[in-house]
T-cell receptor
Framework: GIQVEQSPPDLILQEGANSTLRCNFS?????LQWFHQNPWGQLINLFY???GTKQNGRLSATTVATERYSLLYISSSQTTDSGVYFC??????????FGAGTRLFVKA | EPEVTQTPSHQVTQMGQEVILRCVPI?????FYWYRQILGQKVEFLVS????????KSEIFDDQFSVERPDGSNFTLKIRSTKLEDSAMYFC????????????FGPGTRLTVL
């Protein structure tokens, strides 16, 4: 089945710093989403981005489907950005595969 | 973002007991999903459900599990004869259309099996 790999696994930032999170996937996908899991365990949808670039405030994402990767950019990080960031892909059927996540901690 | 609610928020049960987890999506959503997340691990797909039928399931979703939408509204996940390793967060998700739409997740049910 399709493999989804995220890097880095862990990231510590000073408040105000920028970062890039990466998601690689091993096969063609119909759908790619980025989620933020906050410290309370909630999965918050950030982007639905099977291809192209989107921006939402300090966050932006780019997916290059032909090269099978997606990037999530966080600019001017804040302590509330802490948590785990997951990339999830939907293949030809109805099965969604999550990556292992990037655990982000933003220090004040 | 349209809401999905899940009940209960936390369920504690004894090993061997049956549990039913509930998801209450908005009525016009057609595609439903169940996922689980063991503490500290990644989110794992269990099953997808469309038009009152299972459309796909993972290797995890064995005979111990079942899903249904008994009243056309609530979407349930039943776990028969729970085991210690079933302890996890269980998330319901839904979306409106086919493979090209956004999935929205509920807040989850934390299941603890003692």
């Amino acid at each position: 089945g399709i493999q989804v790999e995220q890097s880095p696994p862990d990231l510590i930032l000073q408040e105000g710093a920028n970062s890039t999170l990466r998601c690689n996937f091993s096969d063609s996908v119909n759908n790619l989403q980025w989620f933020h899991q906050n410290p309370w365990g909630q999965l918050i949808n950030l982007f639905y981005i099977p291809s192209g670039t989107k921006q939402n405030g300090r966050l932006s994402a780019t997916t290059v489907a032909t090269e099978r990767y997606s990037l999530l950019y966080i600019s001017s990080s804040q302590t509330t950005d802490s948590g785990v960031y997951f990339c999830a892909v939907l293949t030809g059927g109805f099965k969604t595969i999550f990556g292992a996540g990037t655990r982000l901690f933003v220090k004040a | 973002e349209p809401e999905v609610t899940q009940t209960p928020s936390h369920q504690v049960t004894q090993m061997g007991q049956e549990v039913i987890l509930r998801c209450v999506p908005i009525s016009n959503h057609l595609y439903f999903y169940w996922y689980r997340q063991i503490l500290g691990q990644k989110v794992e797909f269990l099953v997808s459900f469309y038009n009152n039928e299972i459309s796909e399931k993972s290797e995890i979703f064995d005979d111990q599990f079942s899903v249904e939408r008994p009243d056309g509204s609530n979407f349930t996940l039943k776990i028969r004869s729970t085991k210690l390793e079933d302890s996890a967060m269980y998330f319901c998700a839904r979306k409106t259309s086919g493979s090209t739409d956004t999935q929205y997740f509920g807040p989850g049910t934390r299941l603890t099996v003692l």
